[in-house]
């Protein structure tokens, strides 16, 4: 399976998943419109300097681990190119705006009140769940009640 070239190092990745932590998968679309926003402003990168405070706490410790990067300090040269920030957006919406694939469950509710004589209420019911089982008792459309939807997985 042929995989996917990245536009930017990793290293730039995970400066960006410091603010996003959800960079690489975020699909809300507020969210990425907040991302392209910051991303394509010419003062992206001093905003992002003044708020990798704020930033993921794991993911500050990655940056001092990985990189011997701290608050405070420089971020990736590859980053104050407008033009790779585009580079970055392009990417961020490609992998992120495809729609997705679900499998969702309908549940249709069919009921009928159904009269039937008997000795007591037990037998009742067994009498009415045989005939249903030999399909003298045939519910349908008429007999629609409610449905359900849920994601199936």
Wanted: proline letters at 3%; charged letters at 35%; a negative charge.
């Amino acid at each position: 399976m042929k995989t996917k070239q990245l536009v930017a190092s990793e290293e730039v990745y995970d400066f960006l998943k410091v603010i996003w932590p959800d960079y690489e998968t975020e699909s809300r679309y507020d969210n990425l419109s907040l991302i392209v926003c910051t991303l394509s402003d010419p003062d992206c990168v001093r905003w992002l300097s003044e708020n990798m405070k704020f930033g993921d706490e794991k993911q500050l410790a990655l940056m001092k681990e990985k990189y011997g990067w701290e608050v405070g300090d420089k971020l990736p040269e590859w980053l104050h190119s407008s033009y790779h920030r585009l580079l970055l957006i392009g990417e961020l919406l490609e992998s992120n705006l495809k729609l997705k694939k679900y499998t969702v469950e309908i549940t249709e509710t069919l009921s009928r009140l159904v009269s039937i004589e008997a000795e007591n209420p037990d037998e009742a019911e067994r009498l009415v769940r045989k005939k249903y089982k030999s399909c003298e008792i045939v519910l349908d459309a008429d007999d629609f009640q409610d449905y359900d939807t849920s994601i199936y997985e």
